[in-house]
């Protein structure tokens, strides 16, 4: 059975292997869901996934929205209607929806909301480890956080009910490591809620869905207020807040999530139990406070394991201000944990053993083992993949800035299988510098090719102000993928015609989400659960935003894309040039790409090592001459046209 019949199976008490967002998304289903809506971004993008398999067996409603923001909105208002709704992002993705989600607490919902956020420490997905447990703290809503997949099956569920108790949403906070494992599910009964959807706009409290309807925000924010002790008390109750407290230990522990299932672990390892004080959470906000101060009372010595900032941390601290001035608090704010990337069952048991005052061992046949095998894998990062339409593109551009680009161009980036171009992974050891004029380093391959790069629709905006500031040392260039274009980059478009902005948009347009997983978007032409429906033309939009200049190409023709952009970097104002070509991994899936035959001619090849600067993983170079790796490469052709000498070249 896959995943699109477990995920919807009415089977209560059977067990499952689900990963931690499937998981979340199952305790969506069994709520009884009526709307879901997300944006793609790793680590969440499967818990969309999951419930758009759902959707068509269930009945309920399920979308890839064009960005978190409309996503939130999308769900909020079906939560307004009084129906069932969740919404699910990444880290980052919160980030886009916090005007919306600071104001839509002032009245609350009258369906269960349910916000869905999967947090990346370490940044393995992200360009950040932003913690979004603070956001609940600071929007004042209740924040549930799993420690298993099970817990996040479960906590999803109840999530829907304390949302209705309390009219507000409320978030599940995950994180990779839960995210992306698999762990055993007990399966529960899926609810069939008979809701029909329902609008009061005076719902028990006057104006309740138009904060500046009277009696006003401040009214508004003051039963905001008394919405947190009802949550505190409610929170007291959870069989995931659960208090250990055996005798007199003179340590104790308190870990929410992930950093419980770590301090469990580390606990079992040293022999610690029934010898400390153990203190699981499940909501990191509001803290069941009685049991943290029952831990605060009893011991000399707390211990907060947390994955991510020290949220809960900071809150005991305040706490046993008031409750036992004179306990001590260790975690990651006095340095017991590393205040920045992951923890995980090692890091946590070596700072408890310090704590417990317990030596100990080394496990120098580990540290062998791992030292041996570290002289076996060589470090690298991701490349794009063999055939990457996104190769040509920034090949294309790479020449056209050589001829045209000014002294030092500028080429901001932005999120997705393409902003690679800055991860420099072909680069030598680069030294800061300290230059107070613009300085050019060489573009030796495509993952050279970004020199900005910070978030989604972030470079075209960046480009604008660049060229406003009097940049007039080189050309200024922004690039974006199809997907970003419609999430983040219309609003900066339209800005850079009314403002009068000189530079060059360049879309790189491959018809899918490809980074995340290859979910469809606006250019793709179908929905989250596989509806046929119009595919958006990226230059038709931008010719409806006021955009005059706009080339298309296709990036496999090298020297079309390269002229396209030449002659973009050429115009007098702003200019967009949309480089069109479906995935390349999609169009294999599909059946539509058919790769021409390659051959390889060592005696014509020079050493010039260009093949090897395009950064094709399927190129090969051994020897002093370049190769292909025909069990990689898929036929586009590219390279041939890359080869001065025609020692790669394609036969028809």
């Given at each position: 059975?896959?995943?699109?019949?477990?995920?919807?199976?009415?089977?209560?008490?059977?067990?499952?292997?689900?990963?931690?967002?499937?998981?979340?998304?199952?305790?969506?289903?069994?709520?009884?869901?009526?709307?879901?809506?997300?944006?793609?971004?790793?680590?969440?993008?499967?818990?969309?996934?999951?419930?758009?398999?759902?959707?068509?067996?269930?009945?309920?409603?399920?979308?890839?929205?064009?960005?978190?923001?409309?996503?939130?909105?999308?769900?909020?208002?079906?939560?307004?209607?009084?129906?069932?709704?969740?919404?699910?992002?990444?880290?980052?993705?919160?980030?886009?929806?916090?005007?919306?989600?600071?104001?839509?607490?002032?009245?609350?919902?009258?369906?269960?909301?349910?916000?869905?956020?999967?947090?990346?420490?370490?940044?393995?997905?992200?360009?950040?480890?932003q913690d979004?447990?603070?956001?609940?703290?600071?929007?004042?809503?209740?924040?549930?956080?799993?420690?298993?997949?099970?817990?996040?099956?479960?906590?999803?569920?109840?999530?829907?009910?304390?949302?209705?108790?309390?009219?507000?949403?409320?978030?599940?906070?995950?994180?990779?490591?839960?995210s992306h494992?698999?762990?055993?599910?007990?399966?529960?009964?899926i609810?069939?809620?008979?809701?029909?959807?329902?609008?009061?706009?005076?719902?028990?409290?006057?104006?309740?869905?138009?904060v500046?309807g009277?009696p006003?925000?401040?009214?508004?924010?003051?039963?905001?207020?008394?919405?947190?002790?009802?949550a505190?008390?409610?929170?007291?109750?959870l069989?995931w807040?659960?208090?250990?407290?055996?005798?007199?230990?003179?340590?104790?522990?308190?870990?929410?999530?992930?950093?419980?299932?770590?301090?469990?672990?580390?606990?079992?390892?040293?022999?610690?139990?029934?010898k400390?004080?153990?203190?699981?959470?499940?909501?990191?906000?509001?803290?069941?406070?009685?049991?943290?101060?029952?831990?605060?009372?009893?011991?000399?010595?707390?211990?907060?394991?947390?994955?991510?900032?020290?949220?809960?941390?900071?809150?005991?601290?305040?706490?046993?201000k008031?409750?036992?001035?004179?306990?001590?608090?260790?975690?990651?704010?006095?340095?017991?944990?590393?205040?920045?990337?992951?923890?995980?069952?090692?890091?946590?048991?070596?700072?408890?053993?310090?704590?417990?005052?317990?030596?100990?061992?080394?496990d120098?046949a580990?540290?062998?083992?791992?030292?041996?095998?570290?002289?076996?894998?060589?470090?690298?990062?991701?490349?794009?993949?063999?055939?990457?339409?996104?190769?040509?593109?920034?090949?294309?551009?790479?020449?056209?800035?050589?001829?045209?680009?000014?002294?030092?161009?500028?080429?901001?980036?932005?999120?997705?299988?393409?902003?690679?171009?800055?991860?420099?992974?072909?680069?030598?050891?680069?030294?800061?510098?300290?230059?107070?004029?613009?300085?050019?380093?060489?573009?030796?391959?495509?993952?050279?090719?970004?020199?900005?790069?910070?978030?989604?629709?972030?470079?075209?905006?960046?480009?604008?102000?660049?060229?406003?500031?009097?940049?007039?040392?080189?050309?200024?260039v922004?690039?974006?993928?199809?997907?970003?274009f419609?999430?983040?980059?219309?609003?900066?478009v339209?800005?850079?015609?009314?403002?009068?902005?000189?530079?060059?948009?360049?879309?790189?347009?491959?018809?899918?989400?490809?980074?995340?997983?290859?979910?469809p978007?606006?250019?793709t032409?179908?929905?989250?659960?596989?509806?046929?429906?119009?595919?958006l033309?990226?230059?038709?939009?931008?010719?409806?935003?006021?955009?005059?200049?706009?080339?298309?190409?296709?990036?496999?023709?090298?020297?079309a894309?390269?002229?396209?952009?030449?002659?973009?970097?050429?115009?007098?104002?702003?200019a967009?040039?949309?480089?069109?070509?479906?995935?390349?991994?999609?169009?294999q899936?599909?059946?539509?790409?058919?790769?021409?035959?390659?051959?390889?001619?060592?005696?014509?090849?020079?050493?010039?090592?260009?093949?090897?600067?395009?950064?094709?993983?399927?190129?090969?170079?051994?020897?002093?001459?370049?190769?292909?790796?025909?069990?990689?490469?898929?036929?586009?052709?590219?390279?041939?046209?890359?080869?001065?000498?025609?020692?790669?070249?394609?036969?028809?």
């Amino acid at each position: 059975m896959g995943i699109a019949e477990t995920i919807a199976e009415d089977s209560p008490g059977k067990r499952v292997l689900l990963m931690g967002n499937e998981a979340i998304a199952r305790g969506a289903i069994e709520a009884g869901i009526g709307v879901a809506a997300s944006y793609p971004g790793t680590p969440a993008s499967e818990i969309m996934e999951a419930l758009a398999l759902a959707a068509p067996r269930l009945g309920f409603h399920a979308e890839w929205s064009t960005n978190e923001k409309v996503a939130f909105e999308v769900a909020a208002g079906a939560a307004i209607t009084g129906i069932r709704a969740l919404t699910s992002m990444k880290n980052a993705g919160l980030n886009w929806v916090m005007d919306m989600f600071m104001t839509l607490v002032y009245g609350g919902v009258r369906g269960g909301f349910v916000v869905a956020v999967a947090d990346d420490p370490d940044a393995h997905y992200s360009s950040n480890e932003q913690d979004t447990r603070f956001a609940a703290f600071y929007g004042e809503i209740p924040c549930l956080e799993p420690a298993d997949q099970q817990e996040a099956k479960d906590m999803t569920r109840y999530a829907f009910e304390l949302s209705e108790q309390l009219k507000l949403p409320v978030m599940v906070r995950s994180a990779t490591r839960l995210s992306h494992a698999s762990g055993d599910v007990e399966l529960g009964k899926i609810q069939k809620l008979d809701r029909k959807p329902a609008f009061d706009k005076h719902y028990e409290l006057a104006y309740r869905w138009n904060v500046y309807g009277p009696p006003g925000p401040v009214e508004k924010h003051r039963w905001l207020h008394s919405r947190m002790p009802l949550a505190k008390r409610a929170v007291e109750k959870l069989p995931w807040n659960k208090l250990e407290l055996k005798g007199k230990p003179k340590l104790g522990i308190i870990a929410p999530g992930l950093g419980a299932s770590y301090a469990r672990d580390a606990v079992r390892r040293l022999g610690l139990e029934g010898k400390v004080a153990f203190l699981k959470v499940g909501t990191p906000t509001p803290l069941p406070e009685r049991m943290v101060g029952r831990l605060l009372k009893a011991v000399k010595t707390v211990f907060v394991v947390e994955e991510g900032d020290p949220l809960v941390e900071f809150q005991v601290k305040a706490l046993a201000k008031d409750l036992n001035p004179r306990v001590k608090i260790a975690g990651k704010l006095t340095g017991e944990l590393p205040p920045v990337g992951e923890i995980n069952s090692d890091i946590v048991a070596n700072a408890l053993a310090k704590l417990a005052g317990i030596r100990r061992r080394r496990d120098r046949a580990r540290e062998f083992i791992k030292a041996e095998v570290g002289e076996l894998v060589s470090p690298r990062s991701s490349t794009l993949c063999a055939g990457c339409q996104h190769l040509g593109s920034y090949w294309a551009l790479k020449q056209a800035l050589r001829k045209l680009g000014g002294r030092v161009p500028i080429v901001n980036g932005d999120i997705g299988c393409y902003e690679q171009g800055g991860y420099g992974i072909f680069a030598k050891a680069i030294k800061p510098s300290f230059s107070t004029e613009s300085v050019r380093y060489p573009i030796e391959s495509p993952y050279e090719a970004l020199d900005t790069n910070y978030i989604m629709g972030g470079g075209v905006g960046l480009m604008q102000g660049e060229f406003h500031a009097g940049y007039r040392d080189g050309a200024i260039v922004a690039v974006a993928g199809d997907s970003t274009f419609f999430h983040a980059c219309i609003p900066a478009v339209i800005n850079a015609v009314c403002n009068l902005a000189k530079g060059v948009f360049l879309v790189m347009d491959n018809s899918w989400t490809a980074m995340t997983g290859h979910q469809p978007n606006p250019a793709t032409g179908i929905t989250a659960t596989g509806e046929r429906v119009r595919a958006l033309r990226i230059e038709d939009v931008a010719k409806a935003c006021g955009v005059d200049f706009i080339r298309t190409a296709d990036p496999f023709d090298l020297g079309a894309t390269q002229a396209a952009i030449e002659e973009a970097l050429k115009h007098e104002g702003f200019a967009v040039v949309v480089a069109r070509r479906v995935c390349t991994l999609q169009a294999q899936r599909e059946k539509k790409f058919v790769g021409k035959k390659m051959v390889v001619s060592p005696e014509k090849c020079t050493s010039c090592r260009l093949c090897v600067s395009f950064g094709c993983p399927a190129i090969t170079y051994k020897d002093n001459k370049g190769g292909i790796d025909f069990l990689l490469c898929n036929g586009c052709g590219m390279c041939a046209q890359v080869c001065p000498t025609g020692a790669l070249s394609v036969v028809e």
